[in-house]
């Protein structure tokens, strides 16, 4: 019980993670055209990762829970070493400074784990290839919505006054922001939820994790499990909205010079526009079901909405970075939690 346990607080440490790690990708624009101070921008944020769950239903969790994995091989050693190999990988590019996919670390965290332990037979196909699509479209939607929604804005502003564009789109970043946040935290929460109830509901996880399946579900989620149906709890829908919460509170501020200040100058207008964009997208991976990479998205709709203005306007170089960042992310963090469940399994 003790070892699910602390699993469990190793998921909600890996939530935190995530939304200190991308507490840049929500606030970066707004902080970086000066709507708002860092520390109310973050604040923010956190307000509108925590209701997300009022928003958006857990088909992403559920991906992750049910649809990367063959779940009736999952233990708890597999949980672990997904966790840590997506852990590890956050807090190297964390520290250089990288906006990498935190999504996509778990996932290859998954994916690494599982062919250790049951070979390739182990990874489901469907999901794990929807998953890898949305490495490409992410950003390319975020970047074709950036230009749209900037076209269309800009040749509106043209009718006024540079001060009068500006004074008003500080105010309404404040609702672009909040849609990202909103976004942000309802598909990246929900991967956290998805490992949760895998570990609680996985075909290996046993008597082990009935305490605590016991103390978590209510009667109603108990029925539905015995009934074969994977759901996610209530209760672990909240622990994980609050743990993301908490970590954007506590801002990754390397990255947010990275998103906000080295890929192209912003103003309230160009934030407005990449939010708005990056949001839109978000939702419709939710409704899918899809755990897209709000990094990816929000860094094309940086890059489209600055490259809408002049080429040169996008550091080309820093996004190049970016994207190798991208490429790597599921192998690199496959690869360290392969060696971890190798590890793991010589005790």
Known sequence: ??????????????????????????????????????????????????????????????????????????????????????????LITWWWGLPSSSSHALIGGLIGAAIVKGGLGALIAGGIFKTVLFIFLSPLLGFLLAGTIGTIVFNICNHFTPRKVDSFFRKAQLFSASAYSLGHGGNDAQKTMGIISM??????????????????????????????????????????????????????????????????????????????????????????GVPVSTTHTITGAIVGIGSLRRLSCVRWGVANRIVWAWFITIPAAALISAVCCFIKGLF
């Open 199 to 288: 570990l609680l509901l996985g075909g290996l996880a046993g008597n082990e994790a009935a305490p605590i399946r016991d103390f978590l579900l209510s009667h109603e989620e108990m029925h539905a499990v015995a009934q074969g149906e994977f759901i996610v709890p209530l209760s672990v829908v909240l622990l994980c909205q609050g743990a993301i919460a908490l970590g954007t509170l506590s801002g990754g501020w390397k990255i947010v010079k990275t998103m906000g200040q080295k890929i192209t100058r912003l103003r309230p207008v160009d934030g407005f526009c990449a939010e708005s964009s990056a949001g839109i997208s978000i939702f419709i991976a939710s409704i899918l």
């Open 1 to 90: 019980m003790f070892w699910i346990l602390f699993l469990i607080i190793l998921a909600l440490f890996f939530d935190y993670l995530n939304g200190f790690h991308d507490a840049a990708n929500s606030v970066a624009t707004v902080v970086s055209t000066r709507v708002l101070s860092p520390k109310i921008a973050v604040a923010w944020a956190a307000f509108f990762n925590f209701i997300a769950f009022l928003i958006f239903h857990t088909a992403v969790a559920k991906t992750i829970g049910a649809g990367i994995v063959d779940i009736h091989i999952v233990d708890a050693d597999l949980v672990f070493s997904a966790l840590i190999g997506a852990c590890a990988w956050n």
